[in-house]
């Protein structure tokens, strides 16, 4: 018996491998999601639209879940490192310590050992990540769709990754009009324009990274900037957005 597995984040990428998949009948069985806890509303939304479409095809959804709750290893499970020693939670999640994606795996791999059957896994990386592919099936780089082509389709079929802000006069935004990738909301990954854009548009969102940074040593980023000098920890990035908004240079 071959299992055909979709791990789905529903971001873009995998969202349009995930409807491409269905459009062209290839065969489907499951559909993956790994919840973090920590995904923007937007991702939920579009889980939550997606899910009914594939009973009605006869694909089973699975969701997965991290064996903790993220804060708890975020702020205070115990740890035990060369470098700081013991102290309470990995911290924020990116960069060298992915932490997360660590856990994203390794509960993927053991939900395909229980199947006890071959296993043929999609992944949704585009044609222009190609140099991340391994030995799985990647159709989107078989079909040679781009991170954009993955963007309009999804958006072709209706799938948009809205968020409320009182920014627009539609009191809505896309995440993908403002970040480069819909990852995690307090991924540390994010660059300094997506962050920017999160204090402008999602209010709500900077106010939790604030709560988080509060509790954690570590900048979330922690770098210096020619423009704008040490702007490691989330107070810091806060100021110098509240000094452009004062001299009128965010919009």
Known sequence: M??????????????????????????????????TGMEFQAIYNIRDKVVPILRENGIAYIELKPQNPFIYDMLRRPVNSKEKGSHKGYGWCGGKCRWGTTMKTMAIDAFKSSMDCEIVEYI?????????????????????????????YCRSCGYNWLERTTQMPNGFIDLYDILDRVSCWCCCNKNFKELRNIYIYLPNYWKKLK????????????????????????????????????????S
């Open 124 to 152: 949704g990386i585009a044609f222009d990540e190609k140099d991340r592919i391994g030995d799985k099936q990647y159709p989107l780089v078989e079909w040679g769709m781009t991170e954009a082509d993955c963007l309009a």
């Open 211 to 250: 709560r988080l940074q509060a509790k954690i040593d570590r900048p979330m980023k922690n770098y210096k900037n020619k423009k704008y000098g040490e702007y490691g920890d989330v107070f810091a990035m806060e100021r110098i957005f509240a000094a452009e908004n004062r001299k009128g240079k965010l």
């Open 2 to 35: 071959k299992l055909h597995i979709a791990s789905c984040s529903f971001g873009k990428d995998s969202l349009a491998m995930l409807l491409l998949l269905m459009e062209r009948k290839r065969p489907l069985d499951i559909v993956v999601f790994y919840d």
